[in-house]
């Protein structure tokens, strides 16, 4: 296929709530969404699911903007393109949220130009039709964290992950344990423990978690080996695995038990499914995040937790959770606990071009002669 056109849609989002964790609060969220369009006049869709500030990443919304516009996309107009994966021959990954987004938009051109659904381009086996969603609660005190596992276990969720600090954490997954001894819980810590508060750590062995998210401040693999070596729980890696080396070198140490798999993160699809099969390998849980994203990125993942072996769900739930409007239709949603998983070729939902338009507050256009 030929790539003919690019757009870059810069929008901002307003959230529903202010979202919290250990190291940020945002009441709003800015992304990339990237449209490109083949000589057949087919469309794709894909997202750069960056932050402005670089507390979960070094890479900045601005930063993945630069790139796309000086370096990926002009090599990209009127090139050639027989796989969206070939991409990975030319663009290394000083940018991963930046290489996801436009290696998105072309699986889901390229999908959609094969009539598959997106995962038949990628994976060669059986998914499922439903999957179960789950529900990230924000760092908020102990009582508005209660009432909304209330809230959403009448709805049918079974799985909750816990915004934490060394401050409370305890005591708030405490809290929540006495409550619902049965619940499906985990905690993510965004790296916020530093190494001296490794007991503050331990004590979470009492409470039957799945796992611990990125508890330690330190980017070092050996210090992790150390923590799972002492701690019966779970040590699960999220965005200490940015590459596929980081991933060995995290199986090889023995420094985690589960891995927490973001398409934006790890660079994409490719990488994806090169993670997964590692796993799957060296006997690691693997299960599917998010990156607090629209409606083009959240679907993706959608599809991506519909594998069969996946541990846990992923922190998936409805678009009206967090925005007024999504910009994909129809939007996600969320009936007694499971989501639908689309069925149309590529992504299999549709670009709600108003409520895009609406969000936008920067367009820029590349090619199209």
């Known amino acids: 296929m030929w790539i003919k056109k690019a757009e870059l849609f810069h929008v901002k ?16 969220r800015e992304t990339i969404v990237i449209k490109i369009l083949d000589e057949l006049g087919n469309t794709g869709y894909g997202e750069v699911v960056a932050f402005n500030e670089p507390f979960y990443s070094t890479e900045t919304l601005m930063d993945s903007k630069g790139v796309l516009l000086n370096r990926y996309i002009p090599e990209l ?29 072309l699986l889901d051109l390229y999908a959609k130009r094969m009539q598959q659904p997106i995962m038949d381009v990628v994976f060669s086996e059986a998914t499922h039709d439903r999957i179960a969603a789950g529900i990230v609660l924000g760092d908020s005190d102990i009582s508005s964290i209660l009432k909304q596992i209330d809230l959403y276990q009448k709805k049918g969720y079974v799985r909750f992950k816990i915004k934490v600090k060394p401050e409370d954490g305890y005591a708030k997954l405490k809290s929540i344990r006495e409550k619902y001894p049965d619940l499906k819980l985990l905690a993510d810590a965004n790296k916020s423990y ?50 596929i080396e980081d991933l ?76 007024v409007k999504d910009i994909i239709n129809p939007e996600i949603t969320v009936e007694n606990g499971t989501i639908q998983v689309p069925k149309g070729s590529g992504l299999g939902v549709e670009i709600n071009e108003k409520s895009l338009n609406d969000y936008t507050i920067d367009h820029i256009s590349i090619g199209g002669e």
Not at 268 to 289: S, T
Request: net charge negative; charged share 25%; with cysteine.
């Open 194 to 243: 530093e190494p001296h508060q490794i007991n503050e750590l331990k004590k979470l062995d009492e409470l039957d978690l799945l796992c611990i998210e990125e508890p330690l401040a330190a980017m070092d693999f050996t210090a992790y080996q150390k923590l799972q070596e002492e701690m019966k729980v779970s040590i699960c890696l999220d965005e200490s695995v940015q590459t």
């Open 77 to 105: 107009i009127h090139r050639e393109i027989s796989h969206p994966f070939i991409l990975h021959e030319w663009i290394d990954l000083t940018y991963p949220m930046a290489v996801a987004g436009l290696e998105n938009a």
């Open 13 to 28: 989002m307003p959230l529903n709530f202010t979202f919290k964790t250990s190291k940020t609060s945002l009441n709003h």
């Open 248 to 323: 060995k070198t995290a199986i090889r140490l023995k420094a985690c038990q589960v891995v927490n798999i973001k398409v934006g993160r790890i660079g994409g699809m490719y990488y994806a499914k090169q993670m997964i099969e590692l796993c799957r390998e060296n006997d690691i849980h693997y299960w599917i995040g998010s990156m607090l994203e629209s409606g083009i990125s959240k679907i993706l993942h959608v599809h991506l937790a519909s594998l069969r072996d996946t541990y846990i769900p992923g922190d998936l739930s409805p678009s009206r959770r967090y925005f």
